[in-house]
């Protein structure tokens, strides 16, 4: 994703409590005028309950389609308050959390704890696939000890201004379903190519592959090259008009092509 251009933006957190025994908070201004962030981007606080170091390495990818508010999206981090940016005056961009607060235990967040901020860019909720991420991290971003109160503009907690985020990260690319053929009513073989009545349409299928099948009858296995004349589907079981005998289908994989679309597929759904 290309860096837009520099843009005012401020990131307020109001957190209160964090802390097992009593409540410490963290409030203020955390970023000012910083670069890629804009109007409704949406922003993720998260703590690295590991307590050593804020593991931006850990960030470096999301998967696509996840839940951007659940800390389960995160492994080893917890969200804290989510967020999003919005048009304040002068036409600075602000990203504020107001009255936000969340209990937390110490096993999941504890004094000590280093916190982050990540910032998407859209409203999205949702992972996007294939886009980038900010990362954005200081060396005194830090829950606080039990009863203190830290905040970004009186030298507790670091303010970061004019600068663009330390770290990105990318989510992955969605993956495409497989596509799958799975046969329904009366198909016509002619090894190897079959004709299905119901689509109206001839499939040709890879011979290199081999789709094994159990004759019900007399229980022996043989391959779908030895199909011939029609065959009744109700998948994974198909009707042999010429054997007078039912077959069930092993989760083999077999390719199999429709002549019209050209488009390649799994044979039955069972292969997934």
Partial sequence: MSIKSKLF???????????????ASISGTALVNVAGVADSDFAVVLVDTSGSSFNTAALATLAANADLTSSSTYSGFEVLVTTAAS?????DIVVGVNAA???VVSSIVASGDFFGIL??????????????YEIWTDATWVIPADGATNTFSNGDLAQLDSVSAGSTG??????EPTPIWEPQGWVYFSWPYAYSFTEGRWHFFDISNTQWRVNLSNSEWGTLSEARGWNYYAWPYSYSSEQ???????SNTQWVVDLISGVWARLGAVAD
């Avoid at 007078?244 to 092993?250: A, F």
Wanted: overall charge negative.
């Fill in 9 to 23: 933006c401020f990131l307020a957190l109001a957190v209160l409590p964090v802390a097992l025994f009593g409540s």
């Fill in 87 to 91: 048009n304040f005056f002068n036409n």
């Fill in 101 to 103: 607060t969340f209990d």
């Fill in 119 to 132: 910032t998407f860019s859209g409203g999205s909720t949702t992972s996007v696939a294939a886009t980038t």
């Fill in 170 to 175: 990318t989510v992955d690319t969605a993956e």
């Fill in 244 to 250: 007078s005998t039912w077959h069930w289908y092993d």
